[in-house]
């Protein structure tokens, strides 16, 4: 998925949840550098879609601490786009660096998505989805966690279905550039 379809999906989940001043400067930039990160960062295990779906959910991308200039921080020390923790990240980290660093809060967040899939054994995406009540709430399950794991599931198939839509306008996009091209050799 290219970062272009990313942060199209990222626009489009904000707008149906009635985000405002996306169109500012500082705004716009953070939500590209997200986008960015997770296209970079994305793997076969721990797809786009399920990063998309965290940030959404943890932090709403952090767009509107990007336009205070500041970063995501909970009261239980939970940091940056996707609210880790840094003394429960598998990677070395601090909270500053987790909020100020996309590419490098992207990157832990694989870390940990990695380190769930292997210490349950977790194989496709419906047992993720059920499996992500762990990433809210650590070794235990309750409903609050849960209901947390719904939401996650709930918002990654809707960024499934915005990845097709959003697959199809850049084809109809690379489709026009081509027509107006062999129009102008004509």
Request: hydrophobic share 35%; with cysteine.
């Amino acid at each position: 998925m290219t970062a272009e379809t990313i942060l199209y999906i990222i626009l489009s989940l904000l707008r149906a949840d009635n985000a405002n001043n996306l169109d500012q400067p500082q705004v716009h930039q953070h939500l590209v550098e997200v986008s960015q990160a997770i296209h970079t960062h994305s793997t076969k295990s721990v797809p786009a879609v399920r990063l998309i779906s965290l940030a959404y959910n943890e932090s709403r991308f952090g767009y509107k601490y990007a336009l205070k200039g500041t970063y995501p921080k909970s009261s239980w020390n939970a940091c940056g786009v996707y609210q880790q923790v840094p003394k429960f990240s598998k990677i070395k980290t601090t909270c500053l660096k987790l909020g100020t660093d996309v590419d490098h809060a992207t990157k832990v967040a694989v870390a940990y998505l990695d380190y769930m899939i292997d210490r349950w054994d977790i194989k496709g995406s419906k047992k993720m989805d059920k499996r992500m009540c762990h990433y809210y709430s650590g070794n235990r399950c309750d409903a609050e966690a849960r209901a947390y794991s719904k939401r996650h599931r709930k918002i990654r198939l809707k960024a499934q279905k915005l990845k097709t839509k959003g697959n199809r306008k850049v084809a109809r996009k690379k489709a026009r550039r081509v027509d107006s091209k062999k129009a102008s050799v004509i």
